[in-house]
Every structure is written in C-alpha cells, then in structure tokens.
C-alpha cells in the first residue's frame, strides 16, 4: 500500500484584514483620486481588481471604502465649483481668466464632468429620479439646474 503526500495548493493564504496599503488607498479616494490614480501612484498590489476584491473579503473595508467613494464625490462637486468660480479646482487660487470660447469650453467640459461623475456615486446628485406609482402613474422629478 502506497501513501500519498498531501499538499498543500499554492496560492493566497486566507487574511482576516487587507493589506496596510489599504488605508493608504481609502485616504486616497478621500482626496478624489480614482482608483486608476492611485494604482499608477502607490503600484503593485493596489490595481482596481484588488481593490474591488478587498471589498468583497472584507466588511470593514468595504464599509470604509464606501464612504471614501462619498467623500471622493464631494471633492469632485467642489472641483466643479471651484472650476465654475474660476479657481483653480487644487489650490483654490484665482487663475488668468480667459475669455476664449475653448477656455469656456473646456471649463464646461470639466465642470460637466465631474458633475456626472458625482451623480454616479451618489444619488443625491441625480438630476432626474423616476418614480412608479400604483395605477400606471409615472412621476419623474427633477432636480438640480436645469440646462
């Protein structure tokens, strides 16, 4: 009679917490980096894959990286704001303010961006909500500045 060895599969070791560069990257998102961002920032062991996995893994984390992707939304409604008062979204500085159409342009561009990309992580930044009603009624509310 021949005994086989067991052994054990390589692979990942079951953790009971992410790695401490987790909390590197949920402050990170806090500051409006995206996850892209801070992958190119902090490198190996942070791509959005890992991220999104750690969320799945483990509930404190995703806890904390939600209300990070909060935080991020507020950054970019302030970015808009800032680029809408003609400030500059990082510093809060004034910048030269030019009055060519493709400055304006662009300007629109990135206020416009951010704003959706706001309404996205949050719902409270929705522009329209569709409701349903009992009856075949349909109410759609709109919120927001309308264009």
Same mark, same amino acid.
């Given at each position: 009679?021949? %005994?086989?060895?067991?052994t054990k599969?390589?692979g990942?070791?079951?953790a009971d917490?992410?790695?401490?560069?987790? =909390?590197k990257?949920i402050?990170l998102?806090?500051?409006?980096?995206s996850l892209s961002?801070?992958?190119?920032r902090? $490198?190996? $062991? %942070?791509?959005?894959a %890992?991220v999104?996995?750690?969320t799945?893994r483990f509930p404190?984390?995703?806890e904390?990286?939600?209300?990070?992707r909060?935080?991020?939304a507020w950054?970019?409604?302030?970015?808009a704001c800032a680029?809408?008062? $003609?400030?500059d979204?990082?510093t809060g500085?004034?910048?030269?303010?030019?009055d060519?159409a493709?400055?304006?342009n662009?300007d629109?561009?990135r206020?416009?961006t951010r704003k959706w990309?706001a309404?996205?992580?949050l719902?409270q930044f929705? =522009?329209?909500?569709q409701? =349903?009603?009992?009856g075949?009624? %349909?109410?759609?509310?709109?919120?927001?500045?309308?264009?």
């Amino acid at each position: 009679m021949t %005994t086989r060895k067991t052994t054990k599969k390589a692979g990942r070791a079951k953790a009971d917490a992410p790695p401490p560069i987790a =909390e590197k990257v949920i402050d990170l998102l806090c500051e409006g980096l995206s996850l892209s961002a801070i992958h190119k920032r902090l $490198g190996k $062991g %942070t791509a959005p894959a %890992t991220v999104i996995d750690w969320t799945r893994r483990f509930p404190d984390f995703s806890e904390r990286y939600t209300r990070a992707r909060e935080a991020r939304a507020w950054v970019l409604v302030d970015e808009a704001c800032a680029i809408a008062d $003609g400030l500059d979204p990082k510093t809060g500085k004034p910048r030269v303010a030019v009055d060519d159409a493709a400055a304006v342009n662009r300007d629109r561009l990135r206020v416009e961006t951010r704003k959706w990309f706001a309404s996205r992580m949050l719902p409270q930044f929705n =522009e329209k909500q569709q409701h =349903e009603l009992g009856g075949g009624i %349909t109410v759609q509310v709109i919120t927001g500045v309308p264009k």
